[in-house]
């Protein structure tokens, strides 16, 4: 990852020397206009770089982690854990609103002035399907914090968030439903589909979308959907081209690294180090793994006096967006859902079979082939809870699952979510509400 961070910041460095805010300001008096690939590959270099850090704000609406009241920055994210969006104390930090329409500023630019004015070439065509990628999955994380879970049935009248295509910094925008923000994504992913070059994406450059990338993409856009069909095809798709899978019986590498086998898309930081310092595993996350047969759990946490803290991530190393254990998970799932239970439970096994010990991996295996499907689905929600442990994943699937009762207690005192809290959906920030009245 440390190659991912180096050329980021020597590209973001060299954007700059030309002047990041000429470089994109539309006004050509005396500004500099991107123009070429070359040109527009920093701006988008520029917006991959700029991609918020919000998945570890969420862990701590989670079952996952515990504040430690003695940390430098507890006061800071205090209020995140107490599920308290509104009346915030000025010093708490909020979940990013900006920084997502500054990126897409930078994506819009890329779309709608690039498309125009690079020449045509394999290149053009991969830059402008990153930005359709990119700004897709931007509209899908964004909704996936602001809006409600999805529903078909009410999805046209939940609302979302203001959805911008245009490079207008005056613009006041007013929030679409969550049916027009995901169909924008579709939209966007269309595009980047009939664009894209690149297969995959080479280890040092792979926070870039690409085809693979892409699909990994539709099958979690599919899951949240409950489109099962589709879910699978995706799924799959994936899997046939990039099927590998971290055997933690004979490696000690996490798989959620960078230079994983595993690795499809590694943008995300999804467990920031100040964050990291400040938390311990709750003790129902730890209750969740045996510790004796699952390997994940000797890699993933370390003890700490009496309590454990997270080091699977904290670093550039750990970013992750895509890998391919979710692929599995997903078509797992969905397979469940579609009624093939021999198919989902021998999809499972393939990646529980790299996690256990063997015989910790024998007594899986025994207690799955007597599960129903009802035992079963709650078992693989229990293992995308020790699988992808502080990867960012665990607020949404609680979200689109049983929105469980969580208990935090903070300053000695008991904060509950309960279980279909409407703090499931998190409100619009309150800085963001008084800039833009529509809000």
């Known amino acids: 990852m440390r190659k991912i961070t180096t050329f980021i910041a020597l590209a973001v460095i060299s954007f700059t020397h030309i002047g990041c805010d000429r470089f994109l300001d539309i006004q050509p008096e005396g500004k500099i206009i991107p123009a070429t690939v070359e040109d527009y590959r920093k701006v988008l270099t520029s917006a991959y770089s700029k991609y918020p850090v919000h998945k570890s704000l969420t862990a701590l609406r989670t079952d996952e982690v515990n504040l430690d009241e003695n940390g430098m920055d507890f006061i800071s994210y205090r209020e995140i854990a107490m599920w308290k969006d509104s009346n915030n104390d000025s010093s708490s930090t909020e979940f990013p609103w900006v920084s997502f329409y500054a990126v897409n500023f930078y994506l819009n630019q890329i779309i709608n002035e690039g498309s125009?004015?690079?020449?045509?070439?394999?290149?053009?065509n991969q830059i402008l399907a990153e930005a359709y990628a990119l700004r897709a999955y931007l509209y899908f994380d964004m909704?996936?914090?602001?809006?409600?879970?999805?529903?078909?049935a009410t999805a046209s009248t939940d609302r979302g968030v203001p959805v911008s295509l245009e490079i207008d910094?005056?613009?006041?925008?007013?929030?679409?439903?969550?049916?027009?923000?995901?169909?924008?994504?579709?939209?966007?992913?269309q595009k980047a589909e009939g664009l894209m070059v690149e297969q995959k994406q080479s280890v040092g450059v792979n926070y870039r979308f690409s085809?693979?990338?892409?699909?990994?993409?539709?099958?979690?856009?599919?899951?949240?959907?409950?489109?099962?069909?589709?879910?699978?095809?995706?799924?799959?798709?994936?899997?046939?081209?990039?099927?590998d899978l971290t055997d933690l019986n004979t490696a000690n590498t996490v798989p959620n690294h960078y230079a994983s086998p595993e690795s499809i898309m590694a943008l995300d930081n999804t467990w920031d180090n100040s964050i990291k310092n400040l938390c311990f595993v709750s003790q129902d996350l730890l209750s969740s793994y045996n510790s004796s047969t699952d390997k994940r759990f000797g890699i993933y946490f370390e003890k700490n006096g009496n309590?454990?803290?997270?080091?699977?991530?904290?670093s550039s190393?750990?970013?992750?967006?895509?890998?391919?254990?979710?692929?599995?998970?997903?078509?797992?799932?969905?397979?469940?859902k579609l009624n093939k239970m021999s198919e989902a439970k021998e999809t499972l096994l393939k990646v529980l079979k790299n996690r256990y010990t063997p015989d910790g991996f024998t007594a899986v295996q025994n207690a799955v082939s007597s599960m129903n499907s009802e035992a079963f689905m709650n078992f693989i929600m229990d293992e995308r809870y020790r699988e992808f442990a502080l990867e960012g994943q665990r607020w949404f699937d609680l979200?689109?699952?049983?929105?469980?009762?969580?208990?935090?207690?903070?300053?000695?005192?008991?904060?509950?979510?309960?279980?279909?809290?409407?703090?499931?959906?998190?409100?619009?920030?309150?800085?963001?509400?008084?800039?833009?009245?529509?809000?």
């Open 317 to 336: 190393d750990f970013r992750v967006s895509f890998r391919t254990a979710e692929q599995y998970f997903i078509k797992s799932e969905a397979l469940v």
């Open 399 to 439: 979200r689109r699952t049983n929105q469980k009762k969580i208990s935090h207690m903070i300053n000695g005192k008991e904060y509950i979510l309960q279980q279909n809290d409407p703090r499931y959906t998190i409100e619009y920030p309150m800085s963001a509400k008084k800039n833009n009245p529509n809000l």
């Open 169 to 189: 910094l005056e613009q006041v925008l007013k929030p679409s439903s969550v049916q027009e923000v995901y169909q924008q994504v579709h939209a966007d992913i």
């Open 307 to 314: 309590k454990y803290k997270v080091i699977k991530g904290g």
């Open 211 to 243: 085809k693979t990338a892409l699909m990994a993409f539709q099958a979690r856009i599919a899951l949240y959907e409950g489109d099962w069909s589709k879910a699978l095809y995706y799924a799959d798709e994936v899997l046939a081209v990039k099927g």
């Open 143 to 152: 909704v996936n914090l602001y809006g409600k879970p999805y529903n078909s």
């Open 116 to 124: 125009k004015t690079m020449k045509e070439s394999p290149e053009k």
